[in-house]
């Protein structure tokens, strides 16, 4: 069966220092991978998706940049942390464009 | 630009009770729509993804219906316990790009008991 890890559970940061964040997949080959930001109260962000090794689509301006050095692994990293970049950071998987997708258990991001 | 509402946004019901939870979207033009479970502090778990050729999913006591044209989806959740106690979302993803999800802000739900 397919599983996602994703770590840190918690992370607390100084304003300006660097990020990096790491997401993996097992039991499936070349899925899309996406990366989610929810801030508190409300529904997630996309902010940037891959269907591929080295193929990186992102969805919004921002802090951050997003890698995917392997197929299954997939890497959100920051140079220089903004207290704006606080939030619950969630990685998600599917096999395809049009089949169910499946979350991480989220990162909680405190920039101080 | 699609966008997703879900009403209410909190609601709470005493245990045993059938509920109702709404999701619209704007954009008909969907490939499918997926509803969530969230625990607070938690990852997103997957209760079920509504094809938008079809029009309902049922999984135990929970039943997802999508009506396209209107852009509406209800989940229903049978016979309420305690432990339904969560937050609900709702999701649309398009068929192209990568399938990527527009999401509402969630419903959440308190089960007294």
């Known amino acids: 069966s397919q599983t996602i890890h994703q770590w840190p559970a918690t992370l607390v940061q100084p304003v300006g220092s660097p990020l990096s964040l790491e997401c993996t997949v097992e039991g499936t080959s070349n899925p899309n991978l996406y990366w989610y930001r929810q801030a508190a109260g409300r529904g997630l962000q996309l902010l940037f998706y891959s269907v591929g090794i080295g193929q990186i689509s992102s969805e919004v301006p921002q802090n951050l940049s997003a890698s995917r050095p392997q197929d299954r692994q997939f890497i959100l990293s920051s140079k220089k942390l903004l207290l704006s970049d606080s939030g619950f950071y969630l990685c998600a998987w599917s096999e395809g464009s049009h089949t169910e997708a499946f979350f991480g258990q989220g990162t909680r991001l405190t920039v101080v | ?113």
């Open chain 2, 1 to 113: 630009k699609q966008e997703v509402t879900q009403i209410p946004a909190a609601l709470s019901v005493p245990e045993g009770e059938n509920l109702v939870l709404n999701c619209s979207f704007t954009d008909s033009a969907i490939y499918n729509l997926q509803w969530f479970r969230q625990d607070p502090g938690k990852g997103l778990t997957s209760l079920l993804l509504i094809q938008s050729s079809q029009r309902e999913q049922t999984s135990g006591r929970l039943n997802a219906s999508l009506d396209k044209s209107s852009g509406r989806s209800t989940l229903y959740i049978a016979a309420s316990q305690p432990g339904d106690s969560a937050t609900y979302l709702c999701a649309v993803r398009r068929g192209t790009n990568a399938g990527k999800s527009t999401f509402g802000d969630g419903t959440t739900l308190t089960v007294k008991p």
